[in-house]
Each structure stands twice: as structure tokens, then as C-alpha cells.
């Protein structure tokens, strides 16, 4: 089969890999047009050659492997330079965002509108520069991927049958091709492109960079052959652009050697990031199964703080009751997904105490800060008092347009109903610093400082500007 994918040129774009006695593991990742091999890259006065991954229409993708020490000034690149923060045992910045996209039209979407915030980072960068990029989900929107077959052209309301495997393998070429555009949307603009050629990325997915609800929705669709098709070819795009990986890789990078869940952590000095993947094996009952939860139990925490990534919100209103109302709706009934995707959701009441035990549990050895998206909104939460405390920041997002105000106060209010799954540990839903409302309706990013061995946050909001830093629990 041959994808309609044309030729196109991206990156660098420049991923974390760990560290490695006391240096920075990296990979860079280019496209290049079949049959244009990309030169060496420089760094430390070594060439690397670059490997291909995979072709994907009328392009080749190529990665790069290379360490830097910390302390070197970055690697160079076909004739340009590009300077990277390789310091991180003393004070560090990095920062955090989420969905990166739209439902609909966003591949058609101005760049400069689409990105302001991005450009936003930018200028933070030129200022103080960042040493991580976390991505906590929805790196790119790939609900109308299934448009223009067949086969998905109404998925996941209704999907059509393949006739036969030559027309599911059409399907798959078709998927990747479509996957393949929206990420070059993602990473091809100005601000977005020039950020993450400078600062190393990590990222863990959700639903969209599959698709809306995928594993809140019925099992016929997500089992069938054409639910595996899309995705089969959603994870082999994840791995690709959002982590410069292919199959093989997989023991390398991530905690479950089989692959059947993405889990992952990494370590600087002094911190942990931790971040479970909620989708791999997510069903309507279920967040993660045996193999997410037993990469998860396995993380170890940091020796000074913790940041677990949660690419749903962790600690949450309580929904339960919303879900029972709105079952006796048939109107609300579509919104059903969207509150099973949510810890909070009665399906998920037992795995969600489950996940807020782990997190007590590392909370015993250092401060952990749950990072979490998903919701479009920006806010944040705690779990606890004192030397149990865990708090939670939500910045969300970077690209998606707020939802209107009155949504964010409607959400303020449910949130002031409280819940307490684990006995003795209230959560409770906070307004970030400066504001009164629990829930901030701007695009935003979230920044987190350590300085002199405190950490803080400060959220970069579309119309309000940054907020006042706030102290994270040491």
C-alpha cells in the first residue's frame, strides 16, 4: 500500500532518555523525504550518524542516539547550532503542558493563534532556559483521522466491517498517514518546533492521541477489528514522534518489557517522575491492568520529591453522583465517556483508592506533586494535611481553547462537595494563587522551579499572565 502522506521536512526534535554516570542521555529525531539522508550530528566533538525508524509515505524517519555531560553547551545539527541545559543537580526548571490540539479543524487552525502559548514558552526559555519539557497527554487530537475511509468514516458512532485483510491493511495505511499529519501539525510550527529542538521532551499519552474516550467506550468497537486497527496505529505513532522509539526500543524506555503498557520513569538528581500509562489497557471498568499496575507498584519514588504524572486528573470532585443524574437524562447520556474517563467515575472507585495509596505510600519517602491535564482548564488540588500532604497542579491547555466560563464555575461548584475515598485524607479543589474561582478558564502552561533545593509553580495563563509562584510541599 502507499500512504498519500507527501513529502515533508520536521525537526530536530530533541527527547530524554535519563541519565547515565552523570550525563544526559538523549535521541533526536528528524523527517526527511525518502531518499535525503540527513547529515551527522555534532556534540562534544563526536559525530553521530543517524539510523532510519520507519518510512511513512513519502517520508523516512531518522533518529539520532548521544550523551551530553552536564555542563555541555548542546549539539549542532546540518549547520546549526542548538544550545541545551544540561545542568540539573542544583536548580532546575522545567515545564509541563497538555492538550496540544482541537476536536475538530485543527489542522486547519492558524499556527500563530493555535500556538500562542507555545510562543509564550519560548520567550520563558530566552529569559531562563528550561532543561525538561513534560507533555502529560493529548499531544495531539487524532479524532478525525478516521475520517475519508471507509471503514471509520462515522467511528466511533458507527464503523463498517472490513471485507477483507487487503481492506484492514488499507485502513492502517490510511490511519498512518492521517496520524503522521496531525503530528507534523503539532511539532511544525514556529514556537513549538523551535522549543523542542532545545529542550528535551517527555511525554505519556491520553485519549485523543488515539481517540475521543478511547477505553471509556463500548468494548464492540474498541475490540473489534477495526477498533485494534486504529489502535495498533495510534500507539506505533506515539511511540515514533512522541518518543523517537520503535518496537524494539520499548524495553529500554519503558518499565513493562512487553510493551502492553507504556509506563514510564525517569531520574535527575534528587527527583523522580513517574508516570503510568492510563490508556494502553484502559476498559469500561478498568484504568490500568495487571501489566500498568505492576509497572506502576514497581516505580521508585525520589530522594527529595516526586512528580507523578497523571495525564487525568487524580484527585478530582466526586462524580459519582453527577453519572447517576445524568443516566436518567437520555439528552446527557453521550457525556457518559467523558465522566468514565475520570479516577473519579463509580466504575473506577476501587482502582482510584488503589492509586491514592501508592501515592501515600511514596509520600512517605519525599513530597509528591501529582501533574495532570485533560480538563481544558487550569486549577489545583491537595490530598491530605502536613507530612502526608500530596498536592496536584492541573495546566490545561496549551492549545485547546478554554471552555466558557460558566462550565468552570458549574465544575467550581460540584468541586465544593468534597470527597474523601481514603479515610483520613480529604481532597479538596483549590483556586490557583490570585484567583477566586476553583477553576481557571485560559489556555496555560505550568512552570515549576527548584531553587535552592524548594520547589515551586507558577501557571502561564493566556489573558491573566503568570501567577504568583507557589512553595510545593519539601
Request: aromatic share 8%; proline share 7%.
Amino acid at each position: 500500500m502507499t500512504s498519500d502522506f507527501g513529502a515533508t521536512r520536521l525537526g530536530p526534535i530533541l527527547y530524554f532518555r535519563g541519565m547515565a554516570e552523570g550525563a544526559l542521555r538523549l535521541a533526536v529525531m528528524v523527517l526527511r523525504p525518502t531518499g535525503e539522508v540527513p547529515g551527522d550530528l555534532g556534540a562534544e566533538e563526536r559525530t553521530h550518524a543517524p539510523q532510519p525508524l520507519r518510512e511513512i509515505g513519502a517520508n523516512t524517519v531518522w533518529r539520532y542516539d548521544f550523551t551530553l555531560p552536564q555542563g555541555a553547551p548542546g549539539y549542532a545539527l546540518e549547520g546549526e547550532s542548538y544550545p541545551v541545559q544540561t545542568d540539573v543537580t542544583g536548580d532546575l526548571r522545567f515545564a509541563f503542558l497538555s492538550c496540544n490540539g482541537e476536536e475538530e479543524g485543527d489542522l486547519d487552525r492558524d499556527h500563530h493563534e493555535r500556538n500562542a502559548m507555545w510562543a509564550d514558552m519560548c520567550e520563558e526559555h530566552k529569559t531562563r532556559p528550561f532543561a525538561l519539557l513534560l507533555q502529560g497527554g493529548d499531544q495531539i487530537y487524532a479524532d478525525e483521522a478516521t475520517k475519508g475511509h471507509r471503514l471509520t468514516e462515522d467511528w466511533p458512532k458507527d464503523f463498517e466491517k472490513p471485507r477483507d485483510a487487503e481492506e484492514l491493511e488499507d485502513l492502517a495505511d490510511h490511519l498512518s498517514s492521517r496520524f503522521a499529519e496531525r503530528y507534523v501539525q503539532a511539532l511544525f510550527g514556529e514556537a513549538p518546533s523551535w522549543i523542542m529542538a532545545r529542550v528535551p521532551t517527555l511525554a505519556i499519552w491520553d485519549d485523543h492521541d488515539i481517540c475521543d474516550g478511547w477505553g471509556s467506550l463500548y468494548r464492540d468497537r474498541t475490540l473489534s477489528e477495526v477498533g485494534q486497527c486504529l489502535f495498533q496505529v495510534a500507539r506505533e505513532m506515539y511511540l515514533l514522534f512522541q518518543h523517537a522509539a520503535v518496537e524494539a526500543d520499548i524495553p529500554d524506555l519503558f518499565l513493562d518489557p512487553t510493551g502492553t503498557s507504556l509506563s514510564w520513569q525517569r531520574r535527575l538528581p534528587g527527583l523522580s517522575i513517574l508516570a503510568p500509562d492510563l490508556r494502553a489497557e484502559r476498559g469500561r471498568r478498568q484504568v490500568m491492568g495487571a501489566h500498568g499496575w505492576s509497572a506502576t507498584e514497581a516505580m521508585e519514588p525520589g530522594e527529595t520529591h516526586t512528580f507523578l504524572v497523571s495525564s487525568v486528573p487524580l484527585l478530582g470532585p466526586r462524580l459519582s453522583l453527577v453519572e447517576r443524574f445524568m443516566l436518567l437524562i437520555p439528552t446527557m447520556q453521550k457525556y457518559e465517556d467523558d465522566l468514565r474517563d475520570q479516577w473519579q467515575s463509580r466504575a473506577h472507585r476501587k482502582e482510584w483508592v488503589r492509586m491514592l495509596k501508592q501515592v501515600l505510600k511514596w509520600r512517605q519517602t519525599a513530597p509528591v506533586t501529582v501533574l495532570s491535564g485533560e480538563i481544558h482548564l487550569a486549577t489545583r488540588a491537595t490530598m491530605g494535611k502536613g507530612k502526608h500532604r500530596v498536592e496536584q497542579l492541573v495546566a490545561s491547555g496549551i492549545a485547546h481553547r478554554a471552555p466558557p466560563q460558566g462550565y468552570a464555575r458549574g465544575l467550581g461548584a460540584l468541586a465544593g462537595l468534597g470527597d474523601a475515598p481514603v479515610k483520613g485524607h480529604p481532597i479538596r479543589i483549590h483556586p490557583l494563587p490570585g484567583k477566586k474561582q476553583r477553576y481557571t478558564a485560559e489556555r496555560n502552561y505550568l512552570e515549576l522551579e527548584r531553587s535552592g533545593g524548594v520547589w515551586s509553580a507558577i501557571w502561564h495563563l493566556e489573558d491573566s499572565g503568570p501567577t504568583p509562584p507557589m512553595r510545593l510541599d519539601s
